[in-house]
């Protein structure tokens, strides 16, 4: 039901957009956290802002005009929302000061720092770390970051893996809204997140498709859909 969904909404695979791959561990953070419940559209926003940002001033370790976001570490990242003053004034610097959740949630802006101090710690610099990490190592990755403020889901995780080059589908609400259409269920919350990983997964290699490209055009489909309501 999931694949003849896809062929029905979607369109030819060969028309689709390719996923978001990031050269830079900082970017890809970046994404995840600001990426849960969130329109593309806002998402990239930030992404260009801290872009800008980072490469006009620098930051303490680059002079002005020479830093490159689409290198930056976890520790690069650490530094620039340092130097602009804290999280708070780092949600100032990209223009968004969204919350992981509307009752009690973070700034997005401190998730995206504590999640980089996770990263730092575990000695994740660069996506190559991860591509080559080992299941024990991604475990205690995960163990450290769902105890940050609003990622106990796991799902920022599993974007941050997705755009990085490990992984291939993030069962966040726009996939399992699209999954419960699929299935003529009730609405999102009647499709848990690993069956819609999964049915997405299984979908894949009916239409036939990689994994995550599907992921990446139903998040954009049922973003654009959210735009339009």
Known sequence: MVAAHVKATLGDPADWSAPVAHTSVALAAIDAVWGINSRWTSVRNVIDRYRRARESDGGPSHPAGTADAGADTPEDLLAFIESSGGSDAF??????????????????????????????????????????????RLAELRRDWIQI??????????????????????????????????????????????????????????????????????WRYESERARRR
Not at 167 to 186: I, N, T
Not at 201 to 212: I, K, Y
């Open 91 to 136: 949600a100032d610097v990209v223009q968004n000061r969204q919350r992981t959740s509307t009752r009690n949630g973070i700034l997005k802006a401190e998730a995206v720092r504590q999640v980089a101090t996770v990263l730092r710690d575990h000695g994740i610099r660069t996506p190559a770390d991860l591509r080559g990490a080992s299941p024990e």
């Open 149 to 218: 403020p609003g990622q106990r889901s796991g799902l920022s995780l599993d974007a941050f893996l997705l755009s990085t080059g490990r992984g291939s589908v993030k069962a966040d609400r726009m996939v399992r809204r699209f999954v419960a259409d699929a299935l003529h269920a009730s609405g999102e919350a009647a499709v848990k997140p690993a069956r819609a990983a999964a049915l997405v997964e299984e979908a894949a290699t009916f239409v036939p498709t990689d994994a995550r490209l599907l992921d990446a055009a139903i």
